[in-house]
């Protein structure tokens, strides 16, 4: 769709929370960059697992030039990386999906070491 919706002499494309597109935005990005195109994407690059999220991870292999932003941990101050997703205040499970909208009572901006993703089969191993 964003093709069709191109002029040929529209110089600057630009798209948000990219990280909800589907695969084919790699290659709409990349066929607009080749006829010199101005292409700016923004999205989330990982998502509440900390694994990337739909086609940001090859998006920023293909990039000329990435601006990663943080935010700051709501638990330590430090650098924020990730999203910690909350269900009734407590982490979310690794099994949930991966979309889920929600707002300042569903997420948290996390740095690496105040994360936390329980995953289901963690505690299932212990027993093994």
């Known amino acids: 769709e964003i093709m069709a919706r191109v002029r040929p002499d529209t110089e600057v494309v630009a798209v948000d929370e990219a ?33 990337g999220f739909g086609a ?7 990039a000329e030039v990435i601006d990663k932003m943080h935010a700051i941990c709501v638990v330590c101050g430090g650098p924020a990386t990730r999203n910690q997703r909350l269900i009734n205040g407590k982490p979310a499970p690794y099994d949930s999906p991966q979309i ?9 901006a996390r740095c690496r070491h105040c994360h936390d993703v329980p995953r289901k089969d963690a505690d299932q191993g212990a027993l093994l």
């Not at 940001?56 to 293909?62: I, R, T």
């Not at 889920?100 to 948290?108: F, L, N, P, Q």
């Open 19 to 51: 990280q909800f597109l589907d695969p084919g935005i790699v290659s709409v990005a990349n066929a607009l960059a080749d006829r010199g195109v101005r292409v700016i994407l923004a999205g989330t690059d990982s998502d509440f697992r900390g694994e």
């Open 56 to 62: 940001m991870p090859a998006l920023m292999a293909s």
């Open 100 to 108: 889920m909208v929600g707002g300042r009572e569903s997420y948290e």
